[in-house]
């Protein structure tokens, strides 16, 4: 990026010497020697250099050297003539200029400042790029300045405002606002209170301001940065931070708290517990998208402490009032006749509406319904005897048809009075005191018409003080009725996916009408309301449908809007006893009313349930085992369980990446956690038919709550997966990286192969690792893989140039961190040299918030994809791709999805191992104790066609073979086959 002009001077000076800021900062001195602004800089080369003067306000001087006690010794002995002068000679790269501009922290808080962006621009180092540039962006370089926090302090104390807060700040804003607070880590109005003697200082000119002298003082840990932080208590409770402070290693506690502690959720004092507020899924979601710093600056922003609590919760009849006031105001501008139903198109959806008096309701119904669905549809609005506006109702819409009918004749009749009319091929029964959410006729008529076998789709009711009425329904063996989640918030997962139920209410029930002109429609005999839906749905049942119940069909309901409460009550005691005689056969294959047992009967069908736990919820782009554990989910759902998903750790991500992430027939369990399980199994007794727990680490977490919950549970139907076996990573690890002693595989495998004892069956990701399972002892092993479809249509070998790396980061010991470090400090030089300097190495894939990646985006020759969508586009660009994996465990998920998109692999001897692939065909195996034997294999495979096309074409058939989908399909069945098979 150019330097505008206007910024010239700026990024100019921090490099020279500024006279006019020089002979201010140290006017008494100048002006009793006489010394005119005009000769303040030989004044500094001559005497000021030497006396520690700095020779700018971007560079100090004194602490530099306080900093770098080489830097001062080799001032001292004549080889700098001062810090400044070492640093733009010898320390722009590696030294901070500055107590408040830290490289390091600039350059990972920006990934797009690299060498090359910084060439590119003309700047000399992050610093020059930071003043000149970065300053003028609202950019920070060190947690303890903020520019909007400054800025807002220039407004507050009515000072003139500036396009470069930083240069401000130290040029002018510093001395003027010396105990104000400039970033949420540094209190300075506190601290000047509690340390008056500093604050004295402070005013004297011995420091510039609160912050300086808490950043630059030679006794750090005497003093604490704010109520939030206690440097005796941290050295306390972290004797390996004190040991560290006291052998020279940290300044002080709050250093380590900043850099590691934060992260690690340390406490900063006594009064805080870090790592129960992380535990807040809005709080870790907002630090991984970069809204926070970390959890001590989320926390200092938010002030949940001082938040006054919360209003109290609207009641229901305060929200009804609402409801009918808002439909009340909202008469009038529906009275023009813009509601217009009018359409030449043959309809695709019937509606019928029975409206007795309430107009101002059914007008807003009506109004709803018009926004909703802009498809051509049948409206049949059944006036029941009205007095008010409903008598005149079609003077005031466009296009329906209304029954009119002198006295109540009540909802049944009605409906099938107009039932009578239907031409269209769905027929929606609504009710007239209803606000249709985003899309939900459109939602419910595709879901009807998706699948021949579903009857009637019913929706998430919502009352009017935002709890549910409903999702879904079900029926129980005496006859009564229960609305699933009543009284729950809309968002639970439990009424977020679909599934089949024993019925949905009428307020909003979408039906095939062919099958309600089988049926006759509602049966009289409930005339003339309530238990008509429940009693049709089982009828439509009886024909061989499924009532379905889809989150996404959403709507708000007076409820009883237009009943007398009284007679409601007789009614729904008359009808649900005819209801029980009518239905006694099939309800006594009906759950017996018992609350535990709800997760169980608010699905229709007999599938089994199985609860899955994982660390988190699999989400594809993870990597790193959730691809595959993702893989198993899906296909559990296609074979017909239903699957509950429950995370170890809660979710951070949003709730629309949630949505679409699974199959829509899974419950994501979104807002829980390892320490919600107990109670979640309690509550939920007898419910689940099994359990899957992937990951050895998971099946130690869960020991002790399944022994505890051993009741309630399953316990002679658990699967343990262990997706990759720790040891085996381990052992390769510590021999790497010559770690000795180490423990024995054999000793490893023992010690993580304890919580196996829960297992009716245990899953192992390949051949070998269920080998080493069976030699422990366990004789109830099967093996899994990984599901691959073939993409053999991407372009072919000409078409194609640079290089791929595509896998997760989640952390600094991560095997695939590992791979891309070594690969490009020791490989990647190589073929630069025999490849071309313009040749790239692109990584692309999930990085962790903690994971610093800054050696590779500094390289010139590496290319930062990040996270990606759609990876089919990037896997068609590239010519070869690279596992140079030095320590793993199981199978490298992505070896197969590297070749099932027509890529070719070059990969380690392990990866080779593990997936029982044939060098020189199926992949190129490579040494990755040798860089030239890595990049050589590289280059062959990078030039020669005739073998890119041979290992692409072999691979692709290895995937269609060994991976397909109906061949992972039948492997899970014969699992869960084998788990459920006594004996």
């Known amino acids: 990026m150019a330097v505008s002009s206007d910024t010239a001077e700026m990024a100019a000076g921090w490099a020279t010497f500024d006279p006019a800021w020089y002979h201010a900062r140290h006017a008494a001195m100048l002006d009793l020697m006489d010394i005119p602004p005009g000769q303040a800089q030989a004044f500094y080369e001559a005497h000021g250099a030497a006396l520690g003067h700095s ?29 400044f002068d ?30 090359a962006t910084l060439e590119a621009g003309g700047y000399r180092n992050a610093y020059d790029h930071y003043l000149r540039t970065g300053d003028g962006e609202m950019r920070s370089g060190s947690c303890f300045f903020d520019p909007e926090t400054y800025l807002a302090l220039l407004a507050e104390c009515q000072h003139d405002t500036t396009t470069h807060p930083f240069a401000d700040y130290l040029r002018q804003g510093m001395a003027a606002l010396p105990c104000r607070s400039v970033s949420l880590y540094f209190d300075a109005e506190w601290y000047a209170q509690t340390y008056p003697a500093a604050h004295a200082d402070i005013t004297q000119g011995v420091w510039r301001s609160a912050l300086h002298h808490y950043l630059c003082n030679t006794t750090p840990q005497a003093f604490d940065p704010g109520p939030f932080f206690s440097e005796s208590f941290y050295a306390m409770v972290n004797p390996d931070v004190l040991g560290a402070i006291e052998a020279g290693n940290l300044r002080n506690g709050y250093a380590h708290f900043l850099s590691d502690g934060v992260h690690e959720q340390r406490k900063p004092c006594s009064t805080l517990d870090l790592a129960q507020y992380m535990r807040d899924p809005g709080v870790q979601a907002d630090i991984a998208a970069r809204r926070a710093r970390d959890g001590l600056g989320h926390y200092l922003a938010a002030r949940p402490d001082l938040k006054p609590p919360p209003p109290p919760a609207v009641t229901e009849d305060q929200a009804r009032a609402l409801f009918r006031h808002m439909c009340s105001a909202r008469l009038p501008l529906l009275l023009n006749g813009g509601i217009d139903f009018t359409s030449d198109a043959p309809p695709a ?5 029975v409206a007795h008096d309430q107009f101002a309701l059914t007008m807003s119904t009506l109004a709803s319904l018009r926004t909703n669905y802009h498809g051509s549809m049948q409206v049949l609005l059944v006036d029941s005897g009205s007095r008010d506006g409903v008598a005149g109702i079609e003077d005031h819409v466009c296009g329906i048809e209304v029954l009119r009918f002198a006295g109540n004749i009540g909802f049944v009749r009605g409906c099938n009075a107009a039932l009578a009319r239907v031409r269209a091929p769905a027929t929606l029964y609504l009710n007239n005191d209803v ?11 595709s879901r009807l018409m998706a699948d021949e076998a579903t009857g009637a789709v019913g929706a998430r009711v919502i009352r009017t003080h935002g709890l549910l009425q409903e999702a879904g329904s079900m029926i129980w063996r005496d006859g009564s009725v229960q609305g699933y989640m009543r009284d729950a918030h809309p968002c639970v997962p439990e009424a977020g996916f679909v599934r089949a139920v024993d019925f949905c209410s009428g307020v909003f029930l979408m039906v095939r009408t062919d099958v309600l002109q089988v049926l006759d429609g509602f049966d009289e005999s409930f005339a003339p309301a309530y238990f008509e839906e429940t009693d049709l749905c089982m009828r439509i049942r009886t024909l061989g449908y499924r009532i379905m119940y889809d989150p996404g069909v959403c709507l708000v309901h007076y409820e009883c809007g237009t009943s007398d409460g009284t007679s409601a009550s007789r009614l729904i005691a008359r009808n649900n006893n005819l209801f029980t005689r009518r239905h006694a056969p099939a309800l006594r294959r009906r759950l017996l009313r018992h609350d535990p047992l709800q997760a169980r009967a608010r699905h229709a069908d007999d599938g089994r349930h199985i609860l899955f736990i994982e660390d988190r919820l699999p989400l594809r782009h993870l990597g790193s085992g959730f691809t595959r554990s993702h893989d198993i989910v899906t296909t559990l759902a296609a074979l017909g369980y239903h699957v509950t998903l429950f995370p170890i750790f809660r979710p951070i991500e949003s709730a629309a990446t949630l949505a679409a992430a699974f199959p829509e027939t899974v419950e994501v369990i979104h807002d829980r956690e390892l320490p919600d399980l107990p109670d979640f199994l309690r509550a939920r007794s007898g419910c689940f038919d099994a359990i899957w727990i992937a990951r050895t680490q998971n099946a130690a977490r869960v020991a002790s709550i399944l022994n505890d919950a051993a009741s309630s549970i399953p316990a002679g139907h658990i699967v343990v997966d262990t997706e990759a076996l720790v040891a085996c990573r381990d052992v390769e690890y510590d021999r790497l990286h010559a770690i000795t002693p180490s423990p024995p595989l054999s000793e490893r495998l023992e010690r993580e192969l304890r919580p196996l004892f829960l297992a009716q069956r245990v899953v192992a990701v390949n051949a070998a690792e269920a080998d080493l399972l069976r030699a422990a002892g366990f004789d109830n092993v099967s093996v899994l893989g990984h599901v691959q479809v073939p993409r053999p249509t991407g372009p072919g070998w000409a078409a194609r140039r640079d290089i791929l790396f595509l896998g997760a980061v989640h952390e600094m010991r991560s095997p695939n961190l590992d791979s891309l470090a070594w690969f490009s400090s020791e490989v990647l030089p190589l073929l630069v040299a025999q490849l071309g300097a313009d040749i790239r190495f692109s990584v692309c894939g999930h990085t962790g918030p903690r994971v610093d990646l800054g050696p590779l985006r500094h390289n010139p020759n590496v290319r930062m994809l990040g996270r990606v969508a759609d990876t089919a586009p990037v896997y068609d660009q590239h010519r070869v791709f690279v596992a140079p994996t030095r320590y793993a465990a199981g199978i490298a998920y992505k070896l197969h999805e590297a070749a099932a998109n027509g ?73 869960m086959n084998a788990v459920f098979t006594p004996g």
């Open 86 to 115: 070492h640093y733009l000679n010898a320390g722009l790269d590696t030294h901070n200029p500055h107590w408040l501009f830290d490289t390091r922290a600039y350059l990972a808080a920006y990934p797009d400042i690299t060498p």
């Open 435 to 445: 606000d249709l959410q985003y899309g939900a006729v459109a939602r419910a008529l």
């Open 903 to 975: 890529l070719p692999v070059v990969g380690s001897p392990l990866l080779c191992q593990q997936a029982g692939w044939r060098d020189g065909q199926d992949m190129l195996c490579a040494s990755v104790t040798d860089p030239a034997d890595f990049a050589r294999q590289i280059v062959r495979l990078y030039h020669d066609q005739t073998l890119w096309d041979t290992v692409r074409d072999n691979a692709l058939t290895r995937i269609a073979t060994e991976h397909a989908p109906q061949e992972y399909a039948s492997r899970v069945a014969d699992i």
């Open 349 to 353: 959806l019937s509606v019928i509406i």
């Open 55 to 83: 020779p700018n306000p971007f560079f100090d001087e004194d602490w530099y050297r306080a900093t770098y006690p080489d830097v001062a010794r080799q001032v001292l002995e004549g080889t700098w003539r001062s810090g």
